[in-house]
């Protein structure tokens, strides 16, 4: 039962199997299955007050302020008013509160809009509109193109041949490349005939809902015969439908139990580390303040005893108080109130302004503004700035992250002539921006306008009908399994299988060599204006082993010819030994394009001899049709004809990165910050975005790659790996080993370990699901964090998440996660700090992150300017509070020794009430808003400034010790100054002054004026408002001291207003100044003295980076150097190729062909529109 959200009654019971059946809600509902609902809400209307005071009051200081009202409410010890408590206490949990509500209440939005997205669902034998929160298991529901998929559906038909639905999963794990899936065909007899839909009874029984999104077994019982059920057939929520008409699905897991929302991590409440550090601080102050009180408490106990019980007619005890014991233990809790101060709640109002002042700069920057799609930056939670400054790892994503999702032909290698790079006049090559001349296609009516080349030569080259460079634009208009879809005449459409397939194809249609239409057994190709047809006789498919796909074709001039193109460190093994010069030639332009991070693919060709191919062909097919060994025998067939090829040359293609990539990551690599990228993209492709984006290089010394099949390969793996980089590590006497040897429960903190180099790791997702289980995960922390780069492919959303938590127990660093997609939710949520991307991926990652931009580049300047800012204004904010508020107490501590023990208040009590409210906030408000050591430029422009907050070391146990410190000495000096300055003194004319008003006045004044002075030290950049809140806050203690004190502010409230006359009587004597003076100079002197000499005996690495700015401020900035290109080059393959197995077999076997199109082989042509055109293209 539920009741305002909360469930009651018996525990469900762990699913072990999944049973249902179509179209039977009844039978399906006694199984309790979760409806298709989500809720990534924290709170409700009736949970949201006891949950969010109970995350509230987790805080040591929120719990202590309600303990403090509760004493404030006993009139035996109360010694101020209970107002002075619950007013600000009441201020700081509505203000949490009501920000919190307003966090929690966009999640209800977000939930409420995807909750209510309209979905067809078939009822009682008509398709009705539901929301999606009211699909239930079960249930049979009709997408249409473009749309999302509802839940995770069995996939029962489809408007395409033989029920194959095209789907892109680009929100559960990153590729844009489009997936086929397809229908058993049992089911796709049922087409879209809604009464043969509405009688499919078939029953499923599958696994209980798991997250691993590349598995799924069951089996479907029809009519007495069961069918197994696979991956291939099922469609995930998170995906979306393309190029399919509609399609209709059977609901198999809803809601919570898709395996999107299995791999969404909790929604946590998430606090920084100053946050902790505070908690501890406070238990700390309150140890000392318990301190405090028992001494004073004793001490009045003591005196009662000695002294106070002969002076009971003078000093009368209070109602009730019989002994000098008791007379102690009331005093112990009425001192517990009166030095509650070191703890002021103001400290947490402060903090929440000083954060909430910070978050907007974050939102006001127009330099992390992206106009292009209107995206200014985003603070969407303002209680974790500060920790923003202290980032030591960023777990990235990559696709739509990194990079734009926009493959473009970039450069190619034709016959041992590079094409792409652009020339002056005098030979110099340019680099290309959005000025440099494009070529002109309008010689090819077929071309794509959206197409950009610079290089004109290859166009020449083109128009010449050079026969080397028709040769390769044919072979990429051939060689791939791109499918062409015309609707209507002139809108053409390519449904490309793998992105980089798309730009090659798109890149020889734009050059002359337009691919029109396929048929099972042809190829419609456009060449030079010219239709021509080829016979399509065989697809040699690609896989991830053979890493390269060929296709062979009869011409229509009659002529067989095998095309193929793949990887260069296989194709290489297959060419002629009269191709060897050119492929010198070849192997030196590929150097350079791996070099600039371009994705390399090599193209060659061999004429065929009919007899041989028939011969083959019959091979072939035996081959194919065998029950035994099929795989490995049409292996070897491929492997036999795919030999003494010809070399044509090389693509290189372009993944586009965002702009300003590859400069973001050096920069945050100088700040010593490590980035992990986490893609759900293969190998060779994440690689290669590594070597593009300057992740890695090749002066590293090693990139280990670690893709063992068993959890012995993955340990051998990264402990040789482990071995290289640092061999001292397998020493008994390594620190590390001798702390892990003592058996505990509790995982321990590994401290750094330093590489005796520069390395990188790239490790796969099968690999990496054995590396993090038991003792593996220690052995993959330790090396993986020795490494500059780690690169993690193939790795499931959950698996991005694990990564991020399994840093955070081993590691004592802030991490940060970015993404732009579904599947990143579950790792920004992790994070300490998560950051989305809005992005092409839709908005999910946005409205799971705690703070979004449009661009990658922008989090330098949220890291190195707002995130070093806030944690340095926080920091000195913390420090200076806890210095002035040590100070005022004290004062009360030493005061307690003249007085009886009698908890008496130094100051007046309209001094004590608006010390912290109105004297000192101001001040301390405009240094923690506007502070700032150096500006934004010089941040950008030295990372090593960031390094101290990833060490934390401006605020942190010995920096409070040292605080608390100086505030004892200060509170010394401020109480015996002008304590040693009132005793037995007269004034000019005669008169005493030695009385407890002036000398409170006297102290209370010396007290603001220290404060202002140092507070004035700690300022770094002076603004107009810093000035003002300093000077006006010294003129408004004044200006109130002088009213209060006034004879006409005694007449009217004389109860309230004691101090009558004692402003202008002691104020205006010399040597009260003279006191101030030595005391403001006592205090300060030590303060300056010991900041001089450690800047010039022990200056921190921070210091040294100041010093250099201080010096290139006084110089004039040097001319910017004019930017050389120089290629470079490497010796790595640059090969990736986002490709899927299985499409060649498909298209051979027609199953996934529509009747022919009328304007197949006629007509004009006309480029894509934005409105269909691929994303991934």
């Not at 790996?721 to 061999?727: C, D, S, T, Y």
């Not at 404060?1011 to 002076?1022: A, E, K, N, P």
């Amino acid at each position: 039962m539920s009741l305002f959200g909360l469930k009651f009654g018996r525990k469900k019971l762990k699913e072990e199997e999944r049973q249902l059946q179509a179209n039977n809600r009844d039978f399906n509902l006694q199984f309790e299955y979760a409806n298709n609902s989500i809720k990534t809400s924290k709170y409700n209307f009736f949970t949201f007050l006891p949950l969010n005071l109970f995350e509230q009051f987790q805080r040591i200081a929120n719990a202590y302020f309600l303990f403090l009202l509760i004493l404030q409410l006993i009139p035996q010890i109360s010694s101020l008013a209970w107002f002075t408590t619950v007013v600000p206490l009441v201020l700081v949990l509505a203000v949490s509160g009501v920000k919190d509500a307003i966090d929690d209440f966009n999640r209800h939005k977000s939930d409420k809009h995807v909750n209510n997205r309209p979905v067809q669902v078939l009822i009682n034998g008509m398709l009705k509109d539901e929301k999606w929160m009211n699909v239930q298991v079960g249930d049979i529901i009709k997408l249409e193109n473009n749309n999302f998929v509802t839940a995770d559906l069995l996939l029962l038909s489809s408007s395409e041949p033989h029920s194959l639905t095209y789907i892109e999963t680009a929100e559960l794990d990153g590729e844009t490349n489009l997936k086929v899936k397809q229908a058993l065909t049992v089911t796709a007899e049922l087409g879209e005939d809604l009464q043969k839909l509405t009688e499919f009874n078939g029953e499923v029984k599958c696994e209980a809902p798991n997250n691993k999104l590349d598995k799924f077994t069951g089996t479907l019982t029809l009519r007495g015969e069961k069918y197994a059920l696979d991956n291939e057939k099922m469609l995930l929520r998170g995906c979306t439908i393309r190029n399919t008409e509609w399609c209709f699905g059977l609901v198999i897991y809803a809601g919570p139990d898709t395996k999107l929302m299995q791999n969404s991590g909790k929604t946590t409440f998430k606090r920084t580390s100053i946050d902790r550090l505070m908690n501890v601080l406070v238990l700390v102050i309150f140890a000392f303040l318990a301190l405090m009180c028992l001494i004073l408490a004793i001490g009045n106990g003591i005196w009662e005893y000695d002294k106070g019980y002969y002076f009971q007619v003078y000093l009368p005890w209070a109602e009730g108080v019989n002994s000098a014991s008791y007379s102690g233990f009331l005093m112990f809790w009425s001192y517990v109130i009166i030095l509650n101060t070191v703890v002021p709640i103001s400290l947490y109002v402060s903090v929440e302004i000083i954060r909430l002042g910070n978050s907007f700069y974050i939102d006001w920057d127009r330099k992390m503004y992206y106009p292009l799609n209107d995206t200014p930056a985003q603070a969407r939670t303002t209680t974790l700035n500060e920790e923003l400054g202290q980032i030591k790892y960023i777990f990235s994503d990559k696709t739509g992250t990194l990079t734009q999702n926009i493959m473009c032909f970039n450069k190619c290698s034709i016959n041992g002539k590079s094409y792409g790079d652009v020339y002056d006049m005098s030979g110099q090559r340019i680099e290309i921006n959005e000025n440099t001349e494009k070529v002109d296609f309008s010689y090819n009516q077929l071309a794509d306008p959206k197409f950009a080349f610079y290089d004109h030569s290859l166009v020449e080259a083109v128009k010449l009908r050079d026969v080397p460079t028709h040769r390769f634009f044919r072979l990429l208009s051939l060689c791939h399994t791109v499918m062409p879809e015309e609707k209507k005449e002139g809108n053409l459409v390519y449904q490309a299988q793998s992105p980089d397939e798309g730009a090659l194809v798109t890149a020889a249609r734009n050059f002359g060599f337009v691919f029109r239409a396929r048929t099972p057994e042809t190829i419609t190709v456009v060449e030079m204006g010219e239709t021509k047809i080829y016979k399509l006789l065989a697809i040699l498919d690609f896989n991830n082993v053979r890493k390269r796909m060929s296709v062979i074709v009869r011409s229509p001039e009659g002529d067989l010819t095998l095309y193929c193109k793949g990887a260069d460190t296989i194709l290489y093994e297959l060419l002629h030994s009269s191709c060897d010069s050119l492929k010198e030639e070849t192997t030196e332009h590929l150097n350079e394009f791996a070099g600039e991070g371009l994705r390399t693919l090599v193209v060659a060709y061999k004429n065929l001899d009919e007899d041989y191919f028939q011969d083959w062909i019959r091979r072939h097919h035996e081959a194919s049709t065998a029950l035994e060994g099929r795989e490995d025998r049409l292996s070897e067939l491929y492997e036999e004809i795919e030999k003494d090829l010809m070399l044509l040359g090389a693509t290189a293609i372009e993944d586009k990165l965002q702009d300003g990539v590859p400069q973001t990551i050096e920069t945050l690599a100088k700040a010593n910050i490590k980035i992990w990228v986490l893609t759900g993209d293969k190998q060779e492709t994440a690689m290669n975005i590594g070597y593009s984006c300057n992740l890695l290089n090749d002066d590293m010394e090693d990139v280990f790659i670690i893709e063992g099949s068993t959890p012995d390969d993955v340990l051998n793996e990264l402990r040789n790996a482990r071995k290289k980089m640092k061999p001292d590590s397998f020493l008994d006497s390594d620190e590390i080993n001798i702390q892990f040897e003592k058996s505990s429960k509790n995982p321990k903190l590994i401290p750094d370990e330093q590489a005796n180099g520069v390395y990188g790791l790239v490790i796969t997702g099968h690999s990496l699901a054995y590396a993090l289980e038991g003792n593996l995960e220690l052995e993959l922390v330790r090396t993986a964090c020795m490494c500059k780069v780690v690169i993690c492919c193939r790795v499931t959303p959950l698996q991005k998440a694990q990564v991020v938590e399994l840093v955070k127990k081993y590691k004592k660093a802030v991490t940060l996660a970015i993404g732009d997609g579904a599947n990143d939710v579950s790792m920004i949520k992790t994070a300490h700090i998560g950051v989305g991307i809005s992005g092409q991926e839709g908005m999910q990652a946005v409205l799971s992150s705690d703070f979004s931009f449009a661009q990658f580049r922008y989090l330098q300047r949220l890291l190195l300017v707002h995130g070093r800012w806030s944690y340095i204004r926080m920091c000195k904010f913390l420090k200076y509070f806890f210095y002035k508020n040590f100070a005022f107490t004290l004062v009360h501590f030493w005061y307690g020794f003249f007085s009886g023990f009698s908890a008496q208040t130094v100051y007046d009590e309209w001094f004590i009430t608006l010390y912290n409210l109105v004297y000192t906030s101001l001040p301390v408000l405009g240094m923690s808003l506007f502070d700032q050591d150096v500006d934004d430029r010089w941040s950008m422009l030295f990372p090593q400034l960031y390094v101290p907050g990833q060490q934390n070391l401006y605020f942190n146990k010995i920096v409070f010790v040292k605080c608390m410190m100086q505030g004892i000495y200060s509170s010394l000096i401020l109480f015996f100054i002008p304590y040693g300055a009132m005793y037995n003194t007269m004034r000019s004319d005669g008169k005493a002054i030695a009385d407890y008003q002036s000398f409170a006045l006297m102290a209370q004044t010396c007290l603001l004026i220290v404060v202002s002075v140092q507070i004035g030290l700690d300022t770094s950049y002076w603004t107009v408002v810093n000035q003002f809140f300093i000077w006006g806050s010294l003129s408004v203690y004044f200006a109130i001291t002088f009213t209060m004190y006034s004879d006409g502010m005694y007449l009217i409230f004389t109860a309230s207003f004691p101090f009558i006359g004692t402003a202008r009587n002691t104020l205006s004597q010399p040597n009260v100044w003279l006191a101030i003076f030595l005391s403001i100079t006592l205090c300060v002197l030590p303060v300056v003295g010991f900041r001089f000499l450690k800047a010039q005996l022990k200056p921190t690495p921070s210091d040294k980076v100041l010093l250099k700015i201080k010096e290139a401020k006084k110089r004039p900035p040097p001319p910017s150097p004019k930017r050389r290109l120089r290629r470079t080059s490497t010796r790595r393959s640059g090969y990736a190729f986002s490709h899927q197995h299985g499409f060649g077999a498909l298209i051979m076997s027609g199953r996934n062909m529509r009747p022919k199109s009328p304007f197949a082989t006629t007509g004009t042509f006309s480029p894509n529109s934005d409105k269909h055109k691929h994303k991934g293209l």
